[in-house]
């Protein structure tokens, strides 16, 4: 048994998310943890809502209500979402929560002391009409280094370089369309050349990585450079050193406190477990969590903050860049083993945009289909290494031709046959198997190395499909042997051997399927005569800030209960009863239902 953090993007909690966020932070790293738990791994799975920040300043003054209150708001919808998901978080937390930010005042001093922040002046973009910061994401112009005419403030989504707004060519801001004035200010800075060489040195020892995103990174260290780390704004993590901290219009910047998010609600989840000290078991670099493993989930937009800015941050607390220093008192923290990043889900052909309504927010696709749905789409069709397109025909016809023709059709024959004939699940014919039988069987053994290595591997959409073909053998299997054909009493003994390794079967394929369907593998673990959670899924609860702050709810659960990433033989002679479908069967005329709602 290893220690495991899954570490998932903060979303931000300035409106509700749509499925082509939760395509790159939230499905993928949830059918990890699940796996990775099967297979009897510690894992501590844990983010929370993102709140700080200008864009939630505007958005709140849009509204006419607090920046607090636009936060709370969505931080309630975006829980209750991924809890429609199934996402099996430890925790899901906030980024307002008192704990939070303590343990980001932590890591500034102590990267203030050891030299890796560092003060600054320099020259700020401010609204003309109404005197505020712009933040740099709200800034847009022409990247000065590859012409692509809409590059934000901070980094060029064509060729992928950092920029700062005043670099752009005929820069605007996006909020109100004017240009920006650039005023001089002081702030603090991330003195990124200084860890250059600490995290090339790590890039060069990451391995399996996929090629895109460690390319990208290592591309990004080639022109370093010092990278503020506040701004003049109202609404964040106060900056911790004398003569900053009662400052009313000086904030750390959202992108520094929201990567240590990680560490945060790591501690916040240790501190509500009984055990303070708990969360060193998965970050303490030079104790007892030295061994443990940390894979990042995001899209690929997230990359830089993920391969090159939390490692620096990590580095620079930790003492570890060109000017030396001494761990803070977190101790020296482990850098990530993997960031997992995912490509771009489309729709229909168009990038996914809440203003111009091509969207679908979790919520609403809730409301109309099933979860697993939308969970077994992302997975063997979502963006996991190439920019995926979602399409109404698409959904459709995975969900009809593949879950309920394919695997839901499989449960429900065989389910439907043995409780008929034999009121339970039979017993093996004592003549034995045949060749065919042992086939079958050895196939969905075989199995759980195949899909447990590909998932392990963040090899998705192969592993999906790897449980999927032990389901397309069962199919064929079942209609070769034809056990509806054996009628007379003599032929019962082998319909009965028949149903067995077919039921079997379907138990091993359940399990396989388990990570990423996890409220479908309940049923099937239920129409299989067992009781029990099979599948852990989230809960909801309100909690008290620990530190005397608002109360808010979370995401947590108990996944110590439920299958392990093993075989299960059935137990002969266990009731069964006539199942309901496992999965809904859509009509095709969802699809231009669905597209009249697109056009509006």
């Known amino acids: 048994m290893s220690h495991v953090l899954a570490a998932v993007a903060w979303p931000y909690a300035n409106g509700p998310r749509h499925i082509g966020h939760v395509s790159g932070f939230g499905?993928?790293?949830?059918?990890?943890?699940?796996?990775?738990?099967?297979?009897?791994?510690?894992?501590?799975?844990?983010?929370?809502?993102?709140?700080?920040?200008?864009?939630?300043?505007?958005?709140?003054?849009?509204?006419?209500?607090?920046?607090?209150?636009?936060?709370?708001?969505?931080?309630r919808v975006i829980v209750e979402d991924l809890h429609g998901l199934g996402l099996s978080y430890d925790l899901f937390t906030r980024t307002t929560t008192r704990n939070h930010y303590a343990v980001v005042q932590e890591l500034f001093e102590g990267m203030y002391r050891n030299g890796y922040i560092v003060p600054k002046t320099t020259m700020g973009a401010i609204s003309p009409s109404t005197g505020r910061t712009l933040p740099d994401r709200y800034i847009e112009g022409t990247c000065p280094i590859c012409g692509y005419d809409s590059a934000r403030g901070d980094q060029c989504d064509n060729c992928g370089n950092q920029l700062d707004p005043i670099d752009l060519i005929d820069p605007k801001s996006r909020i109100n369309g004017e240009t920006p004035k650039f005023v001089e200010t002081e702030h603090f800075f991330l003195d990124l050349p200084a860890l250059a060489?600490?995290?090339?040195?790590?890039?060069?020892?990451?391995?399996?990585?996929?090629?895109?995103?460690?390319r990208f990174s290592r591309n990004l260290l080639d022109d370093l450079q010092p990278r503020a780390i506040t701004r003049?704004?109202?609404?964040?993590?106060?900056?911790?050193?004398?003569?900053?901290?009662?400052?009313?219009?000086?904030?750390?910047?959202?992108?520094?406190?929201a990567v240590i998010g990680?560490?945060?609600?790591?501690?916040?989840?240790a501190r509500r477990s009984g055990d303070p000290e708990a969360w060193r078991r998965w970050w303490s670099a030079?104790?007892?969590?030295?061994?443990?493993?940390?894979?990042?989930?995001?899209?690929?937009?997230?990359?830089?903050?993920?391969?090159?800015?939390?490692?620096?941050?990590?580095?620079?607390?930790?003492?570890?860049?060109?000017?030396?220093?001494?761990?803070g008192e977190l101790g020296q923290l482990n850098l990530p083993t993997e960031v997992v990043s995912s490509e771009y889900l489309t729709m229909e052909g168009r990038k996914f945009s809440s203003s111009r309504k091509v969207v679908i927010y979790v919520r609403d696709f809730l409301e109309r289909y099933d979860a697993d749905a939308l969970r077994y789409f992302i997975a063997a069709a979502g963006?996991?290494?190439?920019?995926?397109?979602?399409?109404?025909?698409?959904?459709?016809?995975?969900?009809?031709d593949e879950l309920v023709a394919g695997w839901g059709n499989l449960v429900n024959r065989c389910v439907s046959m043995a409780a008929k004939n034999f009121g339970a699940i039979p017993s093996i014919d004592p003549a034995g198997l045949t060749e065919a039988d042992e086939a079958l069987l050895a196939t969905a053994r075989a199995g759980f190395d195949t899909v447990g290595d590909l998932i392990g591997r963040h090899r998705q959409k192969q592993a999906i499909g790897e449980a999927m073909k032990v389901v397309a053998e069962a199919n064929r299997y079942l209609s070769e042997q034809a056990p509806w054909k054996l009628k007379d009493e003599a032929d019962k003994p082998r319909m009965g051997t028949i149903?067995?390794?077919?039921?079997?079967?379907?138990?091993?394929?359940?399990?396989?399927?388990?990570?990423?369907?996890?409220?479908?593998?309940?049923q099937v673990h239920e129409l299989l005569g067992r009781t029990g959670v099979h599948a852990p899924m989230p809960v909801i609860e309100q909690v008290d800030d620990l530190d005397g702050g608002p109360s808010y709810p979370v995401l947590t659960g108990d996944y110590t209960v439920g299958a392990r990433w093993e075989s299960v033989p059935l137990?002969?002679?266990?009731?069964?009863?006539?199942p309901k479908p496992v999965f809904r069967k859509l009509d095709p005329s969802i699809v231009d239902e669905e597209l009249a709602r697109l056009a509006g």
Do not use: C
């Open 286 to 327: 030079d104790g007892e969590g030295k061994d443990a493993r940390s894979y990042y989930f995001m899209g690929k937009d997230n990359i830089v903050f993920h391969s090159v800015i939390w490692p620096a941050l990590l580095s620079g607390y930790s003492g570890e860049g060109s000017r030396d220093g001494e761990p």
């Open 499 to 522: 149903l067995h390794v077919a039921l079997q079967v379907i138990s091993d394929a359940n399990t396989l399927l388990t990570p990423f369907l996890p409220h479908s593998a309940q």
């Open 197 to 214: 060489d600490v995290l090339r040195q790590w890039l060069d020892t990451r391995e399996g990585w996929r090629p895109n995103v460690l």
């Open 571 to 578: 137990e002969a002679g266990t009731p069964l009863a006539a």
């Open 27 to 75: 499905v993928p790293s949830d059918v990890f943890a699940r796996y990775m738990r099967m297979a009897g791994h510690d894992v501590l799975m844990v983010s929370g809502t993102d709140e700080h920040g200008t864009p939630i300043q505007v958005q709140a003054d849009a509204d006419g209500v607090t920046p607090r209150e636009l936060a709370d708001r969505y931080n």
């Open 232 to 257: 003049d704004l109202e609404w964040g993590v106060p900056i911790p050193l004398d003569g900053w901290r009662d400052r009313p219009d000086k904030r750390i910047y959202v992108w520094f406190d």
């Open 383 to 400: 963006p996991e290494s190439n920019d995926t397109d979602f399409t109404w025909a698409e959904f459709l016809r995975r969900n009809n």
């Open 262 to 269: 990680y560490l945060s609600a790591s501690i916040e989840w």
